[in-house]
Antibody, heavy 119, light 108 residues
Framework: EVQVVESGGGLVQPGGSLRLSCAAS????????MTWVRQAPGKGLEWVANINQDESEKYYVDSVKGRFTISRDNAKNSLYLQMNSLRAEDTAMYYCARGVRGVLPLDYWGQGTLVTVSS | SYVLTQPPSVSVAPGQTARITCGAN??????VYWYQQKAGQAPVLVVYDDSDRPSGIPERFSGSNSGNTATLTISRVEAGDEADYYC???????????FGGGTKLTVL
């Protein structure tokens, strides 16, 4: 069974850092693009970043460029999102999702991990 | 950047047909994906490549894409279809995945 499980969320002060993790199982992790999507409370989905199979391609939404870094460890079947210089507007549920083939579509999603940026 | 416009809400009676639009400049030239998100749950892919359905998605869900509008059509709507629906494309000019603002489907 394909599964992706996020962890690492929590409460952090503005300007702080947090590292999210996504543990994948049930499929050949190294064979897929992976993506982070977020959803602020009561708002819509926002694509955040994605990464290809060998980390040679990484793309980010404009609002996180220079602050967030996506990475992966294929030996550990894990995806990461390092978030620095966090702002209140980064408060959201962060989802990890698998690309079926290439960057889209996203066929398996985790249940999300909540990040709250507040003093 | 590329913007996808969805109506905030659509209401339909059970058994009727719901049509949810996703508008953008020449969206017909892009590939559109649709996701369903029920309250408190993660999104689920319901249509890919404009009009194909993943396994397990009922035939009642269909999609089309032409000109400046993509459409998700849900036939014979059921109470269990009540959810938020999002369209998505890959914008190759900015190398970003773009979601529409979402449409809340209410089953009357």
């Amino acid at each position: 069974e394909v599964q992706v499980v996020e962890s690492g969320g929590g409460l952090v002060q503005p300007g702080g850092s947090l590292r999210l993790s996504c543990a994948a199982s049930g499929f050949t992790f190294r064979g897929h693009w992976m993506t982070w999507v977020r959803q602020a409370p009561g708002k819509g989905l926002e694509w955040v970043a994605n990464i290809n199979q060998d980390e040679s391609e990484k793309y980010y939404v404009d609002s996180v460029k220079g602050r967030f870094t996506i990475s992966r460890d294929n030996a550990k079947n894990s995806l990461y999102l390092q978030m620095n210089s966090l702002r209140a507007e980064d408060t959201a549920m962060y989802y990890c999702a698998r690309g079926v083939r290439g960057v889209l579509p996203l066929d398996y999603w985790g249940q999300g991990t909540l990040v709250t940026v507040s003093s | 950047s590329y913007v996808l416009t969805q109506p905030p809400s659509v209401s339909v009676a059970p058994g009727q047909t719901a049509r949810i639009t996703c508008g953008a400049n020449n969206i017909g030239g892009k590939t559109v994906y649709w996701y369903q998100q029920k309250a408190g749950q993660a999104p689920v892919l319901v249509v890919y490549d404009d009009s194909d359905r993943p396994s397990g998605i009922p035939e009642r869900f269909s999609g089309s894409n032409s000109g400046n509008t993509a459409t998700l059509t849900i036939s014979r709507v059921e109470a269990g279809d009540e959810a938020d629906y999002y369209c998505q494309v890959w914008d190759s000019s900015s190398d970003q995945g773009i979601f529409g603002g979402g449409t809340k489907l209410t089953v009357l």
